[in-house]
């Protein structure tokens, strides 16, 4: 049992890897995966590297579901009963119910307990980050005022950029039409894509080749971080070591990273941008 006064609670779409999330005590909710009939728990009963290998044989693209309200309610009330604050941070609102039904067991439990849920506005490490910044920050006794004052402070400075292989999923998703998707592969075109503040997916350039499109990801960074210390770097793959190996490599040249990591892109997250999606986070160091 966790003595720590304060847990962090998330969901599965955070794509934090589980030995991080164990050794921090991070509780995930995870969100589910539907291969027709055959129903799986995002980075539970289906991994990053069982999905991949799953997606190209299906027939169809997988669907996705969020968690209940109960499945917040269980954790929520384990802690809360166990005299713990609990932070909840979840998936954009403005991309998934996930956040509302963390919302709705928290008002289940008003009057209990200490309860703060927070829509990072964000997807992937994008706030897998700020999860992982406030988990260190409970476990080294910070306060709860000063985690959730740091995350607010990470929710504006965050870096992040997503690169898609490859248009053919957004188009399956129905965010562009078969035209452009066509157009796009035949010409290789790599959209660079990033989340606004309101926590919608925006492309915000596109370059033609990976390289190009690296190189320009790396402009945009720099752009926010040049000369700024950089508290931590992560980059998120579909299971590629070595692609995670070079962004970081690239970064480490241009940044001053205090840490990084790389984390697989999950099931949940890999369903709707597709298999070859690549996620580039930068967060300042504190003095910032």
Known sequence: MSTQSIVIVTDSTADIPKDIR???????????????DDSYLDNVTLSPAQFYEKLPEAKELPKTSMPSPGDYYEIFKRHVDEGRQVISINLSSALSGTHQSAVLAQSMLEGEGDVT???SKSASYGYGLLVVEAAEMARSGASKEDILARIEELR???????????????HKGGRIGRASALFG??????????????GYVNSID??????????????LLEADFANVPVDMAAVTTPGR???ADELIAILKEKFQIRKYTHSDIGPVIGTHAGPGTIGI????????
């Open 156 to 170: 504006s400075k965050t870096g992040l950029y997503f690169l898609v292989e490859t248009l053919e999923y957004l």
């Open 22 to 36: 164990e050794k921090l005590g991070i509780e995930m909710v995870p969100l589910s995966v539907h291969f027709g």
């Open 241 to 243: 070591t070595e692609m």
């Open 206 to 219: 596109k370059a033609r080749g990976q390289k190009r499109a690296y190189a320009r990801i790396v402009e």
């Open 117 to 119: 849920v927070i829509d």
């Open 185 to 198: 592969t035949l010409l290789n075109i790599k959209p660079i894509l990033t989340i606004d503040d309101e």
């Open 281 to 288: 986070f930068l967060i300042p160091s504190k003095e910032q």
